[in-house]
């Protein structure tokens, strides 16, 4: 009998499809805040984002599901053993981030923003001139679920997409061209919209520095909803102040996190921050798929079925296998 853990805010009915699903497994219900010690130490599976640092206290972990497509803070060295399953739940956020990422795009090509700071000062002002979606360019860095669902929605508006990935392979049918990272600074002087949705790893720290910003050609615009740290903040802040390249930016993620308020990026021009918010359970439809995920995967775990569960992690890149 496995003792099973859930740390995610289940409902009645999200309790009842997995304890059918887990028929003969002892299940116990808690929250990422007020999760014991001895409660995570006594699971043999944990479902939820509980903090690394009682995970690690665990040295009988066999599995972990997380309710977050990113997994860098369990693939530390030291939080979960080498036979343990992580997986991630890949697949769940790709709806909510993609349409927020649309709306931001939309939003700084209208230059609403500045018609909302206009509102709140009660000035009846134009702005002047806009850009389109149509008949723009997009480079999107990282084509997972997120930036797969994006660049399809940029697409069907009429942008020209450009993907960027660790490999080469297939290149999708809602991708008009394809390259790899090392290709990065050919490829931003070209683009309107430059969006990036990677993982937090040593590749991807500070993948955006000052000097790939100056790269961007004038009038083009920033967007990050993967993890802060994949650009300077600092360097984004001047960039931005100078006016030379960037026409404006639109970050869900910052790095610090959260954002302090004395930040200067806060008062930069054109400059769209959401507090981490794109995804989470703000649409219900995103908890809902996580919980699939999470019976999908407890029903091969307990078939013996290990290699077919989804979104498993490689915890020595952080990628999944």
Not at 82 to 91: E, K, N, R, S
Not at 174 to 200: G, R
Not at 225 to 232: E, M, P
Not at 236 to 245: R, Y
Request: with cysteine; proline share 5%; net charge negative.
């Amino acid at each position: 009998m496995k003792n099973i853990l859930v740390a995610m805010p289940f409902h009645d009915a999200h309790k009842a499809y997995i304890e059918k699903i887990g028929a003969g497994c002892e299940f116990h219900y808690t929250t990422i805040k007020t999760a014991t010690a001895e409660e995570v130490k006594a699971a043999d599976i944990i479902f939820g984002n509980i903090s690394p640092e009682l995970v690690k206290q665990n040295d009988h972990l066999e599995w972990m599901q997380l309710n977050s497509a990113g997994s860098d803070q369990y693939c530390k060295p030291g939080v979960i053993g080498p036979d343990t399953i992580l997986t991630c739940a890949t697949g769940a956020y790709g709806l909510s981030v993609s349409e927020h990422m649309v709306s931001m795009s939309m939003m700084l090509c209208r230059k609403m923003d500045l018609y909302m700071k206009n509102q709140m000062n009660h000035e009846w002002k134009e702005e002047g001139s806009v850009t389109s979606i149509w008949n723009s360019t997009t480079l999107v860095a990282g084509l997972g679920d997120i930036g797969s669902e994006y660049a399809k929605r940029m697409k069907a508006l009429g942008s020209h997409v450009i993907g960027i990935r660790r490999h080469v392979a297939d290149k999708p049918d809602f991708i008009d061209e394809l390259y790899t990272m090392d290709q990065l600074d050919e490829v931003l002087p070209k683009v309107d919209f430059a969006v990036f949705i990677l993982p937090s790893t040593p590749a991807t720290h500070h993948i955006m520095d000052e000097r790939r910003l100056r790269l961007m050609k004038p009038g083009s615009y920033l967007i990050n909803a993967g993890r802060g740290d994949a650009v300077d903040c600092d360097a984004l802040n001047k960039v931005l102040c100078e006016g030379v390249s960037l026409a404006g930016c639109a970050l869900d993620v910052t790095e610090p996190e959260p954002l302090p308020a004395d930040h200067p990026l806060w008062d930069a021009p054109r400059t769209i921050i959401t507090p981490h918010s794109a995804g989470k359970f703000h649409l219900q439809e995103t908890f809902e798929r996580i919980v699939r995920i999470t019976g999908e995967n407890l029903e091969k775990y307990l078939a013996g079925e290990k290699l077919k569960m989804r979104n498993q992690v490689d915890v020595k890149t952080g990628n999944r296998k």
